[in-house]
Nanobody, 125 residues
Framework: QLQLVESGGGLVQPGGSLRLSCAAS????????IGWFRQAPGKEREGISY????????NYADSVKGRFTISRDNAKNTVYLQMNSLKPEDTAVYYC??????????????????WGQGTQVTVSS
């Protein structure tokens, strides 16, 4: 059974940091490009970061550029999202998604075949 599982979410104060993990089971994550998405209450899902299967290409939404860093460890079948300088507007459920072929359309969730269940990130004092 192909599965993605996010972890690492929680409650953090503004200015703090969290590292999210996206672990795969049932398939080799190294073949897949990964996108991170988030959805806040009452808002549309937002694609925020992308990493190619090799890790050689990364992309970020303007809303997180310079604060978030995506990386992967294919040996551990895991992708990470390091989130620094967190703001209250970063509060959302964060999802990772995987696909074999997504590239230019990385911000479009419909192009991903597999999704995790999400992890809540709350930034509040």
């Amino acid at each position: 059974q192909l599965q993605l599982v996010e972890s690492g979410g929680g409650l953090v104060q503004p200015g703090g940091s969290l590292r999210l993990s996206c672990a795969a089971s049932g398939f080799t994550l190294g073949y897949y490009a990964i996108g991170w998405f988030r959805q806040a209450p009452g808002k549309e899902r937002e694609g925020i970061s992308y990493i190619s299967s090799s890790g050689g290409s990364t992309n970020y939404a303007d809303s997180v550029k310079g604060r978030f860093t995506i990386s992967r460890d294919n040996a551990k079948n895991t992708v990470y999202l390091q989130m620094n300088s967190l703001k209250p507007e970063d509060t959302a459920v964060y999802y990772c998604a995987a696909d074999l072929t997504v590239q230019a359309m990385w911000r479009m969730g419909g192009f991903y075949a597999y999704w995790g269940q999400g992890t809540q990130v709350t930034v509040s004092s």
